[in-house]
């Protein structure tokens, strides 16, 4: 199905939780806590400049944690990923080589202590989540795995961790997900139930990263065409992020088989946005508009489908380092307007 496979890389990515995840009770010993709260608000509004902004100050006033680092490689991330941009690692990788490291040392004094392994449980996803973006799949896939120790670590010692019961059950949905041709074999579960059952834990309990939570409640929503859920969870959102152009995409998506003129109002802002933002790398803005061209040709309006495609093979020669990236895209514009020609030439003539 058409939007599903738009939304095969992050099928990936959201293995683990793919948040800025936060333990609720943050340390006594932390200092301008509010400085935390106010940088995963401006992340999910896509205020990237103002997060960093927030990371940094707090990373810079404690500076025996290796929290103000994690949120701030996190910061990074989101950002490039909004941006489609996954080159220059070095400040990224050096963030969380560092964190990783200052993990390690305090998990050595004391193995048990819950905050030591969520914070090396928080790197490691974030190792992870930054690998697959680069399409680093058995580093990434390694990380993953190794976080997921941790989390399950953490619940060990306190059962009662909802966000780790959280990030458990996404990683048990989406991998049952991405096995599913194996489960006849009898060493792979099949968790999809469970999984989802364990990630709408975020529609009843509160924690400080529940709404990255439900983002990913909702892709999984779109997985299971479960429409209405999805467009229900992603506005409720969306009042509370108007900023958020992911949020956004994900109602455009929700609509398509609920609402399609919304959907396509939808999609048609998100355009906008990233023509006037103009973004060196064309990546999101093709894959927008090539979501809106297939949206017209499966509501029979095939000229409007055919401008589109017309319109992103006219675009600027794109730069050699995206070129790779993007020429799935166009080969999939080029095969939707080969059909979209045939379907205008088969329609009658006024």
Partial sequence: MQEIEHLERYKILLILILTLSLK???PTN???AAKVYSGITNVLNENYAQAKKDFNFFKEKNPDSPLGSILYAGALIFEREHLNYYLETKEIDSLLYSAQDFCEDNLDVDPDDLWNNYLMALTKTYQTYWKLFQ???VDGFADGFIALQYFERCLEIDSSFIEAQVVIGNYNYWSSVKTE?????????????????SLELALKHKFLTRDFALISLCYAYLNEERYLGAANLAETLRKKYPQSSKIKLLL??????LE???SVQLYKELIRQYEKDNFENPYKLIELKSNLANLYYNLGRFSEANKICEDV???????VKYQIEVLPLIQQIVELKDSTKIRLETLPKN
Wanted: hydrophobic residues 35%; charged residues 35%.
């Fill in 30 to 32: 932390i200092k301008f």
């Fill in 24 to 26: 609720a009770e943050l």
């Fill in 313 to 319: 093979l006219s675009m600027p020669r794109i730069d």
């Fill in 260 to 262: 399609p003129q919304k």
């Fill in 252 to 257: 455009a998506k929700a609509n398509e088989k």
């Fill in 135 to 137: 399409s680093n799949y």
């Fill in 181 to 197: 041709s194996l489960h006849w074999l009898p060493f792979i579960e099949d968790k999809r139930e469970s999984g989802l059952k």
